[in-house]
Every structure is written in structure tokens, then in C-alpha cells.
């Protein structure tokens, strides 16, 4: 497994500080964030996912703890829209160039808004997906906030 993925070069470019951790993916898990959070040996609370969605037809990037659901109508709502819904698996991997199960909000192909909930500004360090499959960054919450030109909001559900 590689540890050099286009969002570990995002975060590089962005002189972020992170460590990178890989664990043993299960490509039949329910849940892939929960199964990371238990592979890593962490708390799924700081373990946050990242969703594609499309807000009014738009390309949207949520970011929230594994262990949570995200409400469209506040993810909707945080970006100014009316909408939302979950983006199909192969518009969302065609769109980030990752595949499901790898997708970071860092190094996607096109940069498209981003939404991270709010509480995870509440942890010193939180992981989010490193590119592949297996393979998580972590680091501190605000500065990946900051690095994504992300907006904090509750988009909890």
C-alpha cells in the first residue's frame, strides 16, 4: 500500500502537519468509517467519512463522524440550497477520481464545496480517509477545515 496518495500531497502543498495510518480494510464492512475507527483503534467519533453528495444537481463534499448520520436538509441548507441527496458511487469516484471507500475531501480531482459538521472542531485530532482504501490521515480540525476551505455547520441527522 502506497502512503503517498494525491491527498497526502494536498496536505503537503498545504504544509499541514498529519500523520498517516493504515489499517486492514474490509471491502464488506457495513459501515467502512466504523470499521476504520475499530481498526485504528479509535474512537468512531474522530473517525469522520466523506460523502458525495449533490445539493440542487451540485457536487457537494459532507464530512462527519463515522458513528453518525448527515441530514440533508441541514447539509442542504449549510450551502445555501434547497435539496439533497447522496451522489450514485460511480458519479462520486468518476467526480473525485477516488473509489468508494477511499474518498478523501483532500486531492479530488475537482474541487467541489465542502461541509464539515461542526463538533469535530471539538477534538484535538480527528482521522479523515487518506486517499485508498486502508489508509486514514490524522491531524488537528481546524487545520483541515481551514486547508479545505471547508465550511463548519451541524449538518448532523
Do not use: W
Not at 41 to 64: F, R
Amino acid at each position: 500500500m502506497s502512503r503517498t496518495t494525491r491527498a497526502t500531497q494536498a496536505l503537503d502543498k498545504a504544509r499541514l502537519a498529519y500523520a498517516v495510518h493504515s489499517y486492514d480494510y474490509d471491502p464488506n464492512a457495513e459501515k467502512v468509517g466504523m470499521q476504520a475507527a475499530e481498526g485504528l483503534g479509535v474512537s468512531a467519533a474522530i473517525v469522520l467519512k466523506t460523502l458525495m453528495t449533490l445539493v440542487d444537481s451540485k457536487p457537494v463534499c459532507a464530512v462527519l463522524p463515522s458513528d453518525r448520520e448527515v441530514s440533508m436538509k441541514k447539509l442542504a441548507a449549510a450551502v445555501g440550497g434547497k435539496s439533497a441527496q447522496m451522489m450514485k458511487p460511480a458519479d462520486a469516484e468518476r467526480l473525485t477520481g477516488y473509489v468508494v471507500g477511499g474518498i478523501s475531501p483532500f486531492g479530488q480531482k475537482k474541487a467541489v464545496p465542502t461541509v464539515m459538521e461542526i463538533t469535530a472542531l471539538d477534538h484535538p485530532r480527528v482521522f479523515l480517509n487518506g486517499g485508498q482504501r486502508g489508509l486514514q490521515v490524522e491531524g488537528d480540525p481546524k487545520d483541515f477545515l481551514a486547508a479545505l476551505k471547508a465550511k463548519a455547520a451541524d449538518i448532523l441527522g
